[in-house]
């Protein structure tokens, strides 16, 4: 289990949460038509590459996580990506 | 620097060579310094790098100069070895650095020591496990780490990096080692010493590539004549996989797919630097190759600094240092200096040394420079005879007007008698200069002056 702090960008902390990350990544997804089978295995993997990435950090920042999982959505979908990277809000 | 908004008016980021040399003299000029350190205290030079592995090496030339004494009449039938005593010899050679209780020495020098990894969180914060520290100015020297080819079923065969080789208990039947730079031909020195087969394969058609022409050629000449080694150049490998005990590496090679198998596969390609430290939350500009500083050792933030292997470069202890020391003085002073790269001495421990140091013949061609080249081989020289030591030779580069720009030496003693050269490219001596100097009979030194003298 990831046990990482978030910083955030008023300097606020939240504990990561993958459920979070994995809904925002389908929609980036889903927002460039991939089907949702797609969409949510492509998110699964995903975060799956950022939580390895996140192993042995204590604490990063969220504008690291939306970085990381930028580059561990470009897999799958760059497309999505890239959508994801510009977006700060997808629902 | 800076008034008590930060915690720190410089925070070092690694405490090896890069960093700890600028934290104390931050410290002695009065600075309110911390060094953080993710792993071992000291860095890689100490713990993992030139201290072990030059440890071990001078068990394995005492244990083959010890089997081919016969020529000087000294009998050697009775001569062994027991790794793990070689092991337990490099480990005190480790402990004797001091490194693993500099704890101490840095906060008697004022330096405060922070234990954990550090990510920046803003341009003046650090996050180290969890706890929040601001510094006025930054240091990044958090050095690098062993580059792993993406090579198809490396992990699940298994391999070696050499972290893990120098604390082997016993040297493998047969190693295949990936990189011919100056760890790999290191390695496959120590190992074949104490009898491995090596096979030593790069990508690189010679081994030392950066080096010149003629130290690659004579190297591989000792390597595979005298060591039995295997060389493999102009070699990619494909894929390993295991055999039931052994590992097997394919690899393709003038233009054929060919395959050995062995005990162990040691990585030795390369090392890339550490920059993923949350730089972009602190505005600093990094590629692959490092983070991008300017001439002062700045980078794209102002008040951070970067030295050492995280920089690029070298990626050398002493360069390191030299750096640390450049960028402490950026820190504390208006006035700003330059690393003057121009003479840099670099040192591959074989038998023979191989050092080198300024421009190599090659950099000069590439940069359609026109040079003088002299090589004097040592065995013209009376030391060679009294050593009853042949292989190995000098050689000088100068410019147009004969100032020395570059020297590549081969011989024993090589990384003691390249100083003399350093010194001569740093202060723009002429060769002839250097020629019309005295040096003792009979030292290997000799060979260096009559280099210059061809010139």
């Given at each position: 289990m990831v046990d990482t702090m978030l910083v955030k960008r008023g300097g606020g902390l939240e504990a990561y949460d993958p459920a979070k990350l994995r809904s925002s990544l389908a929609a980036a997804c889903k927002s460039v038509r991939a089907p949702e089978g797609e969409a949510e295995t492509s998110a699964a993997l995903a975060v799956a590459r950022v939580e390895r990435w996140l192993m042995g950090r204590p604490e990063v920042t969220t504008a690291d996580i939306r970085r990381k999982a930028a580059e561990a959505l470009v897999v799958y979908n760059p497309e999505a990506a890239y959508i994801y990277q510009q977006h700060k809000n997808i629902s | 620097m800076a008034k008590q908004k930060y915690d720190y008016d410089l925070v070092v980021l690694g405490s090896g060579g890069g960093g700890s040399v600028a934290a104390h003299l931050a410290a002695k000029a009065g600075k309110r310094v911390a060094i953080v350190e993710a792993g071992s205290l000291g860095g890689e030079c100490p713990n993992f790098g030139c201290v072990p592995t030059k440890a071990l090496l001078q068990a394995a030339w005492l244990y083959d100069a010890a089997k081919h004494g016969q020529p000087f009449g000294i009998r050697s039938a009775a001569v062994g070895y027991n790794y793990p005593s070689i092991k337990a010899w490099k480990d005190t050679a480790v402990k004797n650095t001091g490194v693993a209780d500099s704890r101490s020495y840095h906060e008697s020098a004022g330096v405060r020591v922070l234990g954990g990894a550090a990510h920046f969180i803003g341009p003046h914060q650090v996050s180290v496990e969890r706890r929040h520290v601001s510094a006025a100015n930054f240091l990044v020297a958090t050095g690098s780490y062993w580059h792993i080819p993406d090579i198809q079923g490396l992990d699940k065969a298994g391999f070696l990096t050499p972290r893990e080789a120098i604390n082997l208990l016993r040297p493998p039947k047969s190693l295949f080692i990936v990189g011919s730079g100056a760890s790999g031909c290191e390695f496959a020195e120590l190992f074949s010493a104490f009898g491995s087969k090596i096979y030593l394969a790069d990508?690189?058609?010679?081994?030392?590539?950066?080096?010149d022409q003629e130290v690659s050629r004579t190297v591989e000449e000792i390597f595979s004549r005298q060591r039995g080694m295997t060389i493999l150049g102009s070699s990619k490998v494909l894929k390993v996989s295991r055999e039931g005990a052994l590992k097997k590496v394919v690899f393709q090679r003038g233009g054929h797919e060919q395959a050995v198998k062995v005990e162990e596969i040691l990585i030795a390609a390369g090392r890339l630097p550490n920059t993923d430290i949350g730089l972009e939350n602190a505005g600093v500009d990094y590629s692959p190759a490092g983070i991008n500083v300017n001439q002062y050792l700045q980078t794209s933030a102002r008040h951070i600094y970067a030295a050492g292997?995280?920089?690029?470069?070298?990626?050398l202890t002493h360069v390191a240092t030299y750096e640390s020391r450049v960028a402490a003085h950026n820190l504390i002073h208006r006035e700003k200096r330059s690393p003057d790269y121009r003479a840099v001495p670099r040192v591959t421990f074989l038998n023979p040394e191989v050092a080198s140091v300024g421009a190599s013949e090659e950099d000069c061609l590439r940069r359609d420079m026109a040079v003088r080249t002299a090589l004097a081989p040592?065995?013209?020289?009376?030391r060679s005879n009294t050593s009853n030591f042949r292989e190995g030779f000098v050689k000088v580069i100068a410019d147009k007007s004969g100032r020395l720009i570059g020297a590549s030496v081969v011989c024993p003693r090589a990384g003691e008698i390249i100083h003399e050269l350093t010194l001569a490219i740093q202060y723009d001596l002429l060769a002839s200069e250097v020629a019309s100097t005295l040096h003792a009979f009979p030292t290997w030194s000799e060979a260096v002056r009559i280099a210059c003298s061809k010139i």
């Open positions: - | 990508v690189a058609p010679r081994v030392l590539p950066r080096e292997d995280v920089i690029g470069g070298y990626m040592v065995s013209i020289i009376g």
